[in-house]
């Protein structure tokens, strides 16, 4: 993910609609990247992860696509539901490096 | 089977005090990475363990220091605590690191008055 900023961005959609959270990383050298759900008072967890040898990777209800060309990761998510409003970030790796490199997060707000 | 667990969840000190957390791993994990979180500078990586061996870290003074156990069991550190220091510390483990997926614990919520 990119150096973190100051500020969360937002995105607020209604329930039943699809959801494109987008991230830009910035290691061209980066080979695997990951999405992570962080609800409040809860730790990070892992909803999908695709490695760079692919563009696009389905899960239930999420779709990741990556761009590598632009350096460029998208979570889709279908039929938003309230139950999905959270803190959402992108993290990425590159090579043997043990160390994920977390983007700013993104907070989805899903009204009813 | 159980999941992370951190301890403390939460804690507040004051400036020059120093501290250690705790985390455990999901048994069967033998990596563990621990990770700070503000609201500033977001999920930042500290350093991660495998087989009470430091394989990387990240770019965090030498006051925050770590440790692994052989029962995969991890500790960190920070000393001469500051005011920035507050944050939420993070712990994951995974089977391996490296590609397999990490879990996270709920946190510690560090708060240095």
């Known amino acids: 993910g990119e150096s973190v900023g100051l500020h969360l961005p937002t995105l607020s959609v209604q329930e039943g609609d699809n959801s494109i959270i987008n991230c830009a990383y910035s290691?061209?050298?980066?080979?695997?990247f990951i999405w992570y759900k962080q609800e409040s008072g809860k730790g990070p967890q892992f909803i999908i992860d695709i490695r760079s040898n692919m563009d696009k990777r389905q899960g239930q209800r999420v779709t990741v696509l990556l761009n590598k060309t632009v350096k460029h990761l998208s979570l889709q998510i279908a039929a938003t539901q309230p139950g999905d409003s959270a803190v959402y970030f992108c993290a990425d790796k590159a090579g043997s490096n043990y160390k994920l490199t977390f983007g700013k997060g993104t907070l989805l707000t899903v009204n009813p | 089977k159980a999941g992370v667990t951190q301890t403390p969840r939460y804690l507040i000190k004051t400036r020059g005090q120093q501290v250690t957390l705790s985390c455990s791993p999901i048994?069967?994990?033998?990596?563990v990475s621990w990770y700070q979180q503000t609201p500033g500078q977001g999920l930042q990586f500290l350093f991660e363990?495998?087989?009470?061996?430091?394989?990387n870290k990240g770019n965090f003074p030498g006051r925050f220091s770590g440790r692994q156990f052989s029962n995969s069991r991890s500790e960190m550190n920070v000393s001469t605590l500051e005011l920035g220091d507050s944050a939420l510390y993070l712990c994951?483990?995974?089977?391996?690191?490296?590609?397999?997926?990490?879990?996270f614990g709920p946190g510690t919520r560090l708060t240095v008055l």
């Open positions: 048994s069967g994990h033998r990596s």
């Open positions: 994951a483990s995974s089977l391996r690191g490296s590609l397999d997926e990490q879990f």
């Open positions: 363990y495998f087989s009470e061996t430091q394989r």
């Open positions: 290691n061209s050298a980066s080979d695997y």
